[in-house]
């Protein structure tokens, strides 16, 4: 059972991802085509329709999930009930979609793409359920295949129509590709499993199902409108074009978050066995997560910094030069979301998703009224400034449940962190000045000069980074070597 459980830890987390890498990629030549203001649309109808694809899923599938695991003989039930209800929100979301688009003043081509991007919606909506069942049957790699080949049905229609120039809408015909691939794909797999597809309408099933989703609805709510709010608001209070330029810096940063997601991918099962076994260990797990993503976060975050007008510059064009101010603001959010994986990763191993739930809930309304206030006052910036608050807001208050769960930390803890951070800030300084020299004689112009001058940049600052952790005794192969092993062992075996 325990090989089972990593095989599909890892068959999943791999695909996820190795989706981001990709999609980041495919985003990054989009923007390089299509220039700042299609940019602009683009996103804001993925996001619009992102946003109320929420009501399209309100927890079906983690109920889906939870209970077909529990009642595999009942699995056909449970699937027919939850695609009923999913096809009436899904139907519902979509005809509210619609109508909103109206009042708010959009132009016809952004409320057709709206209108694209919400079939997307309800296309996912129904492949999800079908991974679901595969889900709480412990089988995830047709899960990890379907999203892998979708994205690359995505990229190869994508990168197609940007080089035969076509028409903004054909970006969202590529994105079908691959949510049409899917939904046939887990439809397929799942009748092969000689489950029955078929609609249910059951009124004990219906009301087990309004009863178990409130808790998964709303973390799911939170999490997706705290995730795309601020593009929309940003569309609204502004325009498309700002939407644009303030979606370079949030795929950039977001696309970093792979780093986190793969490690509480082996974090969580770890710390769920501590927490029952051994709490010195469990402990001793959280103290080394939060250090280990502090030595990847802080020098990311300063590194970006210094990086992001070359960056910009160089690798979208000159014509997102405005999206540098909140990258470079943006860019510190990453710390903050970095270091709430192990926190969150604690709170759902140790029974305290009630706490992690209300974080988020608490969080996405921060950030709404933070986005009302700064967005009108400093634009983008102000987008980025609320991010950032935000993601700092859901840390502090997760953090706040630890040390009933762990203790109180020593001081020899907080002392390391903060070694890290003046690391990371002397580091940061270094390679601003480092830059500032090497770019008087050495300008870097074209593919070619601009990749070796990144690289420089980030040799340099790489090995000045590590030489200041190795004189101020922050790291040490032994500790690398001793947290890594943690790892390695299986637990459910030694506990045997």
Known sequence: MTAKIAKNTFFLTSAYIGQKIFSFIYFSLIARFVGVENVGLYVTALSFSSLFSIFADLGLTQVLIREGAREKIKIDIWLGQVIFLKIFL??????FLILITYPLGYSGELR?????????MILDSLSLAFYGVLRSLQNLFYESFGVIVGQILT????VIALVLKQPIYFLLVALGAGSFFNFIFSLTIVSRLNIKIKLIWHKDYFKKIVKLTLPFSLAGISTKIYSYIDAVLISILINTKSVGFYSIPNKVVFAFQFIP????ASLYPAMSHSFISNKERLKYLFEKAVIYLSLIAFPLAFGVYVLSDVFINKVYGLTYSSSIPALKILVFGLVFAFLDFPVGSLLNACNRQAWQTTAMVLTMCLNIILNLILIPIWEIKGAALAAVASNSFLLFFGYSAVPQIVGMHKKSYWFTILK?????????????YFKIWLINIFTPTGFVKTLIFLGLLITFGGLFYLFLLWITKILSKKEVDEFLSIFRKNYYEESK
């Open 112 to 120: 057709f793409l709206i209108f694209l991007s919400g079939i997307l």
């Open 261 to 264: 997601m793969a490690f509480a």
């Open 155 to 158: 990229i190869i229609a994508g």
């Open 90 to 95: 899904a139907v519902f979301a979509y005809v």
């Open 420 to 432: 890290i951070f003046l690391s990371s800030l002397l580091m940061g300084v270094t390679v601003n």
